[in-house]
């Protein structure tokens, strides 16, 4: 069973542009939560969808943060513009169930590097 | 929301017993305590959950004691692979709150 795939692993852009993170979690698996870790501080969550509603956004720093789930199964999350303080590593997990009884499964993460 | 307290690293041997005590004061009565391993590059990766008294997988044990103030995870007869931040995560319902974890090194 392919586990949970995120694209690109690092991505360099320059202060102001834009780019798009890429999360496939586990086939069949309905949760898929965004984390992050900035520079020196711990894993922050993000945000968290049943299928392809927004479940619990509380973690979303601001409006240039935009994640989406077509479809429910990809998700998809845009920084624009991006600053220099969103640099770090970004992680999506997924999970079969909402709660705290259901294991979370992580991809990799995508290092982003803004300049 | 629970927070956790946890030594910020510990160093072992190949071979022993290792076992990362995490505190949770405040721990809720619904609160799950769960413990995730990351290794460098990589994802958190799931190791063990419990609610009370002692879980074991294939993996680890955890030990909660009867205020479940606290937690023990203990890793037997660790390898090198095990050297690895692992974090102790309490409170938070769907979304998983991260201390800054253990960094554990395992020495030859």
């Known amino acids: 069973e392919a586990g949970v795939t995120q694209f690109p692993s690092h991505s360099v852009i320059e202060k102001g542009q834009t780019v798009t993170l890429r999360c496939d979690p586990i086939s069949g698996h309905d949760n898929l939560y965004w984390y992050r870790r900035v520079m020196g501080k711990e894993i922050k969550f993000l945000l968290h969808?049943?299928?392809?509603?927004?479940?619990?956004e509380s973690g979303m720093p601001n409006n240039r943060f935009l994640a989406e789930r077509t479809g429910g199964t990809y998700s998809t999350l845009k920084v624009q513009p991006a600053e220099l303080e969103d640099s770090g590593v970004y992680f999506c997990?997924?999970?079969?169930?909402?709660?705290?009884?259901?294991?979370?499964?992580f991809g990799p993460g995508t290092r982003l590097t803004v300049t | 929301l629970a927070k956790t307290t946890q030594p910020i690293s510990m160093d072992s041997y190949e071979g022993q017993e290792v076992n990362i005590t995490c505190s949770h004061n405040?721990?809720?009565?619904?609160?799950?305590i769960t413990w995730y391993q990351q290794f460098p590059s990589q994802g958190p990766r799931f190791i063990i959950q419990g609610y009370k008294t002692k879980v074991t997988n294939e993996v680890a044990s955890l030990f909660i004691p009867a205020d479940r103030k606290s937690s023990t995870l203990s890793l037997p007869r660790v390898s090198l692979s095990d050297t690895a931040v692992y974090y102790c995560l309490v409170g938070g319902y769907n979304k998983l709150i991260f201390g800054a974890g253990t960094r554990l090194a395992v020495h030859p």
């Open positions: 405040n721990i809720a009565t619904n609160d799950y």
């Open positions: 969808f049943v299928k392809e509603s927004k479940q619990d």
């Open positions: 997990a997924s999970s079969p169930g909402s709660g705290p009884s259901y294991e979370q499964y």
